[in-house]
C-alpha cells in the first residue's frame, strides 16, 4: 500500500470512527429510499467522499443519486445532485461529484492502487490498508458503552447521559459497537501448512463468520480517506469534491 499511496503522510493522520448507519433486510428499502438517505447524511456531515460497492443494488442507488429531487425523511426535497466523476458530469451540469463507485476503472482507486488485474486484488488492497492502520494504531474507535459507565471519578459520565442521548445517536454507537464485533470474525484463510490462501492473481482469500456489512462499510470508508488524501498530496481537489465537470 506505501508505494501505491505514494507518500507517506497518511501516517500523520488518525482515523475515527463516529458514525455508523445501516439499513436491514426488514425494511425493504428500496434503491430510491437509500439514495434519500445517503443524501440525508452528505447534508448533515458533508462528505468528501462516498464509497458505495457497485454490486447489490449498488449500481441502481447510483442512477438515484443523481437525481435533483430526493425523498428525504418522506418529503420530496431539491438537493445537488450526487455522482461519481467518471459519469456523473455527464449526467448534470451541475452536482457534487464525490461518490466512488468501489471498482477498477475509477480515477481515485486507479490513482491509489494502480495496475491492479482484479477486482479481489482490489478487496486485497483495502483490507491490507486497514490492517496496516490498525497494527499502527490509526484507526480508531470510540470507548464501549458498557466500559463509559462504568468509569469513575474525574473520567466520569454525567449522569444519565446515556439516556439523553438522541435515539440516532444511541443506535450509531450501538453499529459502531456491531462493526468491531464483526471485524473479529474476518480473517484471511490459509492453508494446512499455515501459509496464506491465495487467488491466482496473488490476493488473499479472506472469509468471515456471521455478518460483514458493516466491516464492508468501513473499508470503503478507509478507501475514500486514502483517495481524498492521495488527491490533496497531488494538488489535485482533494478537500473538495467540487461543482460542474472537474474531475482526476
Same mark, same amino acid.
Given at each position: 500500500m506505501g508505494e501505491a499511496a505514494g507518500s507517506q503522510l497518511w501516517t500523520d493522520w488518525w482515523f475515527d470512527v463516529v458514525y455508523a448507519r445501516r439499513l +436491514?433486510?426488514?425494511?425493504?428499502?428500496?434503491?430510491? *429510499?437509500?439514495? $434519500?438517505?445517503?443524501?440525508? =447524511?452528505?447534508?448533515?456531515?458533508?462528505?468528501?467522499?462516498? =464509497?458505495?460497492?457497485?454490486?447489490?443494488?449498488?449500481?441502481? =442507488?447510483?442512477?438515484?443519486?443523481? $437525481?435533483? +429531487?430526493q425523498l428525504i425523511n418522506g418529503v420530496e426535497t431539491q438537493v445537488v445532485p450526487i455522482g461519481d466523476r467518471v459519469d456523473g458530469p455527464t449526467k448534470v451540469v451541475r452536482g457534487k461529484f464525490n461518490l466512488i463507485m468501489f471498482k477498477r476503472g475509477d480515477p481515485g482507486l486507479d490513482e491509489l492502487w494502480p495496475g491492479l488485474a482484479g477486482d479481489e486484488q482490489l478487496n486485497d488492497a483495502v483490507y491490507c490498508a486497514v490492517k496496516e492502520a490498525l497494527e499502527l494504531e490509526k484507526l480508531r474507535f470510540p470507548p464501549p458503552v458498557a466500559e463509559l459507565r462504568a468509569r469513575e471519578g474525574p473520567m466520569a /459520565?454525567?449522569?444519565?447521559?446515556?439516556?439523553?442521548?438522541?435515539?440516532?445517536? *444511541?443506535?450509531?454507537y450501538r453499529n459502531v459497537e456491531a462493526l468491531q464485533e464483526q471485524m473479529l470474525g474476518l480473517m484471511a484463510a490459509t492453508k494446512e501448512d499455515g501459509t496464506y490462501q491465495l487467488t491466482k492473481r496473488g490476493a488473499h482469500v479472506f472469509t468471515s463468520v456471521g455478518k460483514k456489512d458493516l466491516v464492508s462499510g468501513l473499508l470503503y470508508a478507509y478507501a475514500g480517506f486514502l483517495v481524498w488524501l492521495r488527491a490533496g498530496e497531488a494538488g489535485l481537489p482533494?478537500?473538495?469534491?467540487?461543482?460542474?465537470? /472537474?474531475?482526476?
Open positions: +436491514t433486510f426488514r425494511e425493504r428499502a428500496s434503491a430510491r *429510499q437509500y439514495a $434519500g438517505l445517503i443524501h440525508w =447524511v452528505d447534508r448533515r456531515f458533508n462528505c468528501e467522499r462516498i =464509497v458505495m460497492d457497485p454490486n447489490g443494488g449498488g449500481t441502481f =442507488v447510483k442512477r438515484e443519486l443523481i $437525481g435533483e +429531487t /459520565q454525567p449522569e444519565g447521559w446515556w439516556e439523553r442521548l438522541p435515539e440516532e445517536a *444511541q443506535w450509531a482533494g478537500g473538495d469534491a467540487g461543482d460542474g465537470g /472537474q474531475g482526476w
